[in-house]
């Protein structure tokens, strides 16, 4: 049963779950709950995401114009809300990339320090 | 297009609040089903699956409540950007729709330049004149004072000077009491003597009451009222010191000779009115110790103290008037206080009554502007109905083609405006030069900020009243069955044509209105004009003499007999004559009369002006001796010994002496007062003295005996009385070159300026209801061509069967005539309701004057018929043919 066990789990830092967005849309227009799929594979499920805090975040990258949405029909043909990257969400998707790297690098430095 | 449509469609469907939260719980409820079903597959029951999808997920609630606001705040920020990218869109159309129809927008913007620019015009006079604040410090403080008598019925004389200082004295609620003497001083030293204005004042009138500082140097120190100080001190009218030294500050310190002594110079008062710009020089008022208290002088203003109102020291005042009553029983019977507000000096109540007619009339013109408009935008909304149907059926909504053809208004009144704006200023300098001069504040009227925001408040509401008119129509017609019928709707056409009638009457009623209005004022100014004056005023020229107060009393006799022998030797003069208050001057003088032999009257003494005339004033004058004799040189002699020589007004005869002959009798002058006895040797015909508006007054004349007034001088010339001006000049300055000639002006000129705010008032309304009769015109004429050529296959139809072109004719005029007539009736009614306001601005007229009205609706109906009958005749001209081909 996956019932989750929260200690193995990573939590999610603060302004990750937009790039986890940006990218799960990088391979085509999804919906709210594809996204979540995506991101449960792709990270073989060790990050811990409430998956209802992905569409507050939807909403707000919209506005900022990063991603579009529009009504379509699901694989089970249900009506579903559709979420497509703009060219200022790819944009913003490399920038962001590029930082979250920067940091994981700088961080591993610091913490791979051996000696005083 | 259509696509950009359907995604104004969604965008405003957005707004919607309940569609939104639908969304937003389909899509997360969406989610929570998908996941459930994710764990069935995996074998749990749908039970467990549900909770497990929802721990999953987070609690719903909370995630649509925060969905919910985010959705809402995306939403709002769209709809904004689109709405800017919609008007963006509509301004682009509506300047290209201008652009492309020169004819159209022309005639559009002419009539809102009109409407509007008149509007500005008037409004920037009524501003200037009637709303801006006095150029004073707490101008609410500040009062005017007089003295009355009621039980002799007058409520409002100028201050005795004697009880001047008394109430300055021993009152308690004002800060101080100023009083203001009108003087004229002759300045000498320059090339020509000069006749100046003086006013004379107390030291405290422009710095403690009004509240004023003057522009460089000072005003007035205590003390120089009371003779202390640095001698001789003067200071200067602001315009005066503008149009005599160009405004150079070094004119401080500087001597002018006034009346033959000598003064300095020590400040320049600022601009403004009143009291400020009223004289060119101002000088202290002399406090006398016993002064006098029976002579009515001094204008007197007051400045209360903080906290204090206009009742507390009314109440004051009287209470000190009530003690100076009890001190001099004999000068001061009855004696009483009048207080009113410094808001009654911003304009007559005459002004002010006729400037709100104006902008009243105005306002209607603007109106009528806008029913042309709108029925231009209506007719052109009828030929775009295919169009207007295309964008509704594909989906436009009602609001967004409704906001389309605001905004299309909007941006033709918007540049009407600017027009207006620009024809405002040139109006608004005409109207200057126009007007009668005793308007205070016209002459710096100017297009001021708030001049800017009424000018555009006008064009928006005109824009928006235009413009919603027919976009409402546009939106509300269905568009299938326009569709069907081909574009030409039937029901639509039938809506709009009965709309246009509608305003067809209702531009007719109100240029009635103002019709009625003006000829109301014009059939007044014809009765003024035509009233019985009592003198003549053609070829009589007349011009004050500045004989100084200094003249001895014998020299100042001789002067006055040796200029006028001088002035009769001149070729054109026919006769001449002095008098000490020129006629129409709107100077006035007062004394009681009585009879010796009779009670006083019920209801006081009556009250007559009296003037100091030489030999021969009533037959230079025009005015006839219908008995007795006039005055002659031994009157004049003979005064001191025995009653005044004196001729009356043949009203006073009939009021003292009704049925007998009053020629010998005993007559009291200055009754209550000095009590002077009189006998009458003559009585004279009763003239307008104090304006041709007036009605005549009891009048007393007397012979010109030196009491230190100055002479006019009234010459009745064979020819122009103008051509005389530069001799009867230099005659005055042989005889003494220290005496000025002033006010020179022809009795026609007189005439002119005691009418003259009655005939601006009278041109001004005449002005804008023809203006306003042209536009209602032509939207009679516009809405019949329009309808004429809507009409055209009918009437071939007509025509084919047989109609003669009299029966069309009579049709089509009878169809337009229809709301015209209704218009006219309306508009009588409403002229009848409106006109009541301006009867204070009629003269022997009655608001519901017969003859206007008929007349007035005569010529409407007539100028209506031929309006429509131009069209018409077009209409009986249709070939049948023709006809069914544009069909």
Known sequence: MPSPKPESKADLLKGTLDLLILKALTFGPRHGYGIARWLEESSRDLLHIEEGSLYPALSRMEKRGWIQSEWGSSETNRRAKYYRLTASGRGQLSSQAQGWERLVEAMSLVLHKKQA | MASSLDRWIRMWSHLSRRRLKGEVDEELEFHLEMLAQKYESQGMDPADARRAAEERFGDPGRIKKSTFRAERSRVKQRNRAVLMDNLRQDLRFAFRQLWKRPVFSGIALAMLALGIGANTAIFSVVHNVLLRPLPFHEPDRIVRIWESRLEQGWERASVAPGNFWDFRDMNRSFVDLGAYRFSAANLTGGEHPEQLSQGRVTSGFFGEVLGVRAVIGRTFLPGEDEGQGEGNVVVLGNEFWHSHFGGDPSVLNTQMTLDGESYTVVGVLPRGRPWLDFADVYTPILREFEAVRTSFELAVIGRLRDGMTLEVGRDDLASVARRLEEAFPEDLAGIGVTVGPSSEWVATDETRRALWVLLGVVGFLLMIACVNLANLFLARATGRVRE???????????????????????????????????????????????????????????????VLAFTLGAGVLTGVVTGLVPALQASGSDAASTLRAGGQ????????????????????????????????????????????????????????????????????????????????????????????????????????????????????TPWASWRLVSPGYFETIGVPVLRGRDLTADDLAAMGDGPLPALISERIAEQLWPGEDPLGRTITLWAGQTESPGEVIGVVGDMLERGIDQGPTFAVYLPYFPAGFAPDIVVHTAGAPTALVPRLRSLVAELDPNIPLSDVATMEDMVGRSVGSRRFTMVMVSIFAGLALLLALAGVY????YSVAQQTPEIGVRVAIGASKAQILKKVIFQAMRPAIFGVVLGLGGAYGLTRFMSSLLFQVETSDPLTYAGVAGILVVAALFSAFLPALRATRVDPVIAFRTE
Do not use: C
């Not at chain 2, 964008?391 to 540049?415: M, W």
């Not at chain 2, 516009?782 to 061509?785: D, I, L, N, T």
């Open chain 2, 489 to 604: 709707s039937i029901a639509g056409n039938r809506a709009h044509n009965r709309l246009r009638s509608v305003l067809v009457a209702a531009e007719v009623a109100v240029s009635l209105m103002l019709l009625v209005g003006s000829g109301l004022l014009i059939r007044s100014f014809g009765e003024l004009m035509g009233a019985e004056r009592g003198f003549e005023s053609e070829n009589r020229l007349i011009a004050s003499v500045n004989v100084p107060d200094q003249y001895g009393p014998d020299e100042f006799l001789s002067f006055n007999q040796r200029l006028l022998d001088r002035v009769r030797e001149l070729g054109p003069v026919q006769s001449a004559a002095l008098v000490h208050i020129r006629p129409l001057s709107g100077g006035s003088t007062g004394l009681g009369f009585a009879r010796p032999d009779q009670p006083d009257p019920e209801g006081g």
């Open chain 2, 388 to 450: 207007t149907a295309i964008r509704a059926a594909t989906g436009a909504s009602k609001g967004r083609l409704i906001r389309q053809g605001l905004t299309e208004s909007l941006v033709v009144s918007l540049l009407g405006a600017g027009l207006g704006l620009v024809l405002a200023w040139w109006g608004v300098n005409t109207l200057i030069a126009m007007a009668p001069g005793n308007i205070d504040g016209l002459s710096d009227v100017t297009i001021n900020a708030w």
């Open chain 2, 782 to 785: 516009g809405v019949q061509a």
